[in-house]
């Protein structure tokens, strides 16, 4: 079985955000069996840890003798064992998107929310360009796929600041792919983790 690292606790405001989320995810569209070892922040600091994820941080993945870090990384390789579901347009295809995700519009988004008024400009017009790509498409590509996966949640930052609302295909896209019943078990399972433990 597929193991993840994640948060035992995380405070409210990151709850839905931490990045194990999309690897849920991605196992719940495939119905690839995983678990769970929920950490505390001091856990990530041991020697043991840093053998698993040298940066110190979550989501790593063990899957028998393979370990992994980083989410799209890890991704990626879910989408090698289930291609049927999780590799929309093919592998290359899927790839490019799981890195532009992650290179061209999460530093933007991440900006954003650091130095707004200084990023705002750059972010719009990565959304503009993203929005008129999804322009007449239900998915990034033709099918759904793990970059679909990694772009919805990186967007999903985007929702309580109202900027989706200025993208009209990018926002019914972030909402479809966030409608889809793998998301909404992956979530519920996401935010079972932090139950009771936020005081």
Not at 97 to 118: I, K, M
Not at 162 to 167: K, M
Request: charged share 25%.
């Amino acid at each position: 079985m597929i193991e993840f690292t994640g948060f035992r606790w995380v405070p409210e405001y990151i709850q839905g955000f931490v990045k194990d989320l999309p690897l849920r995810w991605a196992c719940e569209e495939a119905g690839l069996a995983y678990k769970m070892r929920l950490l505390d922040f001091a856990d990530l600091h041991t020697d043991e840890y840093r053998r698993l994820h040298p940066f110190e941080q979550v989501p790593a993945m063990i899957d028998g003798p393979l370990e992994l870090f980083e989410t799209g990384s890890i991704l990626l390789h879910l989408a090698e064992k289930a291609p049927w579901v999780l590799q929309g347009g093919g592998l290359p295809r899927t790839r490019t998107w799981v890195f532009a995700a992650l290179t061209s519009v999460e530093p933007y988004v991440a900006a954003y929310f650091n130095t707004p008024n200084a990023s705002v400009e750059d972010l719009m017009t990565m959304l503009t360009r993203l929005n008129k790509w999804m322009k007449g498409r239900q998915y990034l590509e033709s099918t759904f796929s793990v970059g679909d996966i990694m772009m919805a949640f990186v967007l999903r930052n985007l929702v309580e600041p109202g900027l989706l609302g200025e993208f009209p295909d990018l926002e019914a896209y972030h909402r479809r792919c966030e409608e889809r019943p793998a998301f909404r078990r992956a979530y519920s399972a996401h935010m079972d983790s932090f139950e009771g433990k936020n005081v």
